[in-house]
């Protein structure tokens, strides 16, 4: 009977283990001449943390515009973070937009004036990120807990021109 309650219990609160996941920072570290970003992270209310503001592409790219990424992971969330496996492929930006149109676009609510799907070169333009949580949904379930960095690079002709870090904390929550 015991063992019984105890299992059942377990069960419920795997089943109700929901993943919250919230931006901590993010920064633009190089690469002003390409973009200008007035995006931060802000408490929205007691529960939200959003993004806000503006990404200003001062100058058109094109598909000799790489970019690439990798991750890092802090298991502790003490900002020890070791280099970890996953990355997105390494793709020239056109390319890149159109994949990301396909697997996240029913994310894009809140970013107004995004690049049209197969936009290429992509026109200089000022977007808008208003109040925008990170889409908890968009991550697998068994998606490590901990602090999260990913940094995001365009090269061209393989030198560096622009380097933004974001940094997101994923952590179980129970969905009660």
């Not at 503001?53 to 900002?79: A, C, K, W, Y």
């Not at 676009?105 to 290429?120: F, M, Q």
Request: aromatic share 12%; with cysteine; glycine share 4%.
């Amino acid at each position: 009977m015991l063992i019984g309650l105890f299992s059942l219990l377990l069960s419920v609160s795997v089943t109700l283990q929901v993943m919250q996941i919230d931006f901590e920072r993010f920064e633009q570290l190089s690469g002003y001449d390409v973009y200008n970003s007035s995006l931060r992270v802000r408490k929205y209310n007691r529960t939200a943390v959003v993004i806000n503001g503006t990404i200003e592409l001062m100058v058109p790219l094109s598909e000799s515009v790489m970019v690439s990424s990798d991750f890092f992971h802090s298991r502790l969330g003490n900002q020890q973070f070791n280099h970890y496996p996953a990355k997105f492929p390494t793709q020239n930006v056109c390319e890149f937009v159109q994949r990301f149109y396909e697997d996240y676009s029913e994310y894009c609510e809140h970013v107004v004036n995004l690049p049209r799907n197969g936009e290429c070169p992509i026109a200089p333009r000022i977007i808008y990120v208003h109040n925008k949580p990170f889409p908890a949904k968009s991550v697998p379930p068994f998606f490590p807990t901990g602090l999260w960095k990913v940094q995001m690079a365009h090269t061209l002709n393989n030198i560096e021109i622009v380097r933004v870090e974001v940094i997101i904390k994923a952590t179980h929550d129970l969905g009660i």
